[in-house]
């Protein structure tokens, strides 16, 4: 029987989470749940924000399921003592470069989005997000004290190697989708995205029916705006990669809708490991009171079957089943249209559920 770590962390995290063990379950009776608690959970009850159990519970699992972690509380500490540096440490510690954020708008949706429907009907790519280098893990990183006063640091970099083989993954999933790369950066300002470009160029090379674009990361925000149905994946760096993802889910409606699968090596040939989570955040705000949209956690359930259990099938029963749910006219708060009813978080679980069946 297979294990998944299930780390629900803060906030709304638990809440949805729970959402996606129970649609989980319902598709995969025989893969076992556990559950240890991570980020300010774990740091309430005395521990670090990432505990050796749990860290313990992720190296004998096939996969993990992530909520969020963050909590106000702790905002302004260093890194290591705020409960976000369980989720760092994980991506790190596990190699899982590979972000793949699905961006897609369902039938019914339109209206959820500040964009015309024209602009976002069938609206379908995937961000390509390099997940453990970049200006976020660059050293050093630091506040410090000179004779001018305070200043700070944080470093960008990226090594060849690093660019490469996120590249190779954008360009593999292109060949299975409508063979189009995007690739973002700022190379007419900094020296890792002319390292970036040329990398990257290299490798299109290897996949002569894999269109590749550039675009500036300013110029490609716009686009995202302006024509974002043109887009098949969107390649690129951490950062870069953090931003756009948030305004491309936007596109959709909500940041509640879209999921993410963090994957490591072995990516390209069969089951691998992964961490899968919803981008959507603690969202302290409306912890505890049902209401918050369990879809990204739902649908990472489903990436997580597919790349870590090799179980298209039964990734495609849960897609398809929300797919249903929204064609039914289930919404949560953040997606139904103005005087129109909303389904809780459980509600709206049971709806899916509904539907597997």
């Not at 989570?277 to 990472?300: F, K, V, Y």
């Not at 949560?332 to 709206?348: M, V």
Request: charged fraction near 25%.
């Amino acid at each position: 029987m297979s294990t998944v770590a299930v780390l629900a962390g803060d906030g709304i995290g638990p809440e949805v989470t729970r959402a996606a063990v129970r649609v989980l379950r319902a598709v995969r009776p025989d893969v076992r749940c556990e559950e240890v608690e991570v980020g300010g959970a774990a740091m309430e009850r005395g521990d670090p924000p990432l505990p050796a159990r749990a860290r313990h519970l992720c190296e004998r699992s096939v996969a993990i399921l992530f909520g969020a972690v963050g909590l106000p509380q702790y905002e302004g500490l260093p890194l290591e003592e705020r409960p976000e540096h369980a989720l760092f440490t994980l991506r790190h510690s596990f190699d899982l470069f590979a972000n793949l954020r699905p961006v897609r708008v369902y039938p019914g949706l339109e209206p959820a989005s500040n964009l015309k429907p024209a602009v976002i009907e069938g609206l379908d790519f995937i961000v390509v997000r390099e997940l453990t280098s970049g200006i976020y893990f660059g050293q050093p990183k630091e506040l410090r004290m000179t004779e001018g006063g305070e200043e700070a640091v944080d470093t960008m970099y990226y090594s060849a190697a690093q660019i490469e083989r996120i590249a190779r993954v954008a360009f593999a999933l292109a060949s299975s989708r409508r063979s189009r790369v995007t690739s973002v950066d700022k190379q007419n300002i900094l020296a890792t995205s002319g390292l970036w470009r040329r990398v990257v160029s290299d490798v299109a090379r290897d996949y002569p029916n894999v269109a590749l674009d550039h675009l500036l990361v300013d110029n490609a925000s716009m686009q995202l705006i302006r024509r974002p149905k043109d887009f098949d994946i969107i390649l690129t760096e951490n950062m870069f990669g953090d931003i756009l993802s948030d305004e491309a889910a936007m596109l959709t409606g909500s940041v509640g809708n879209l999921p993410s699968a963090s994957l490591g090596t072995g990516i390209s040939s069969g089951p691998v490991f992964g961490m899968y989570e919803p981008i959507s955040g603690t969202a302290p705000d409306i912890a505890g009171r049902d209401i918050a949209n369990p879809t990204a956690a739902i649908l990472s359930a489903a990436l997580l079957l597919r790349h870590s259990l090799a179980d298209e099938n039964g990734a495609r029963r849960i897609e398809n089943a929300v797919e249903r749910s929204f064609a039914a006219g289930a919404r949560t708060a953040d997606l139904r249209e103005q005087g129109a009813p909303s389904l809780t978080t459980t509600a709206f679980t049971d709806v899916v559920i509904d539907h597997l069946k």
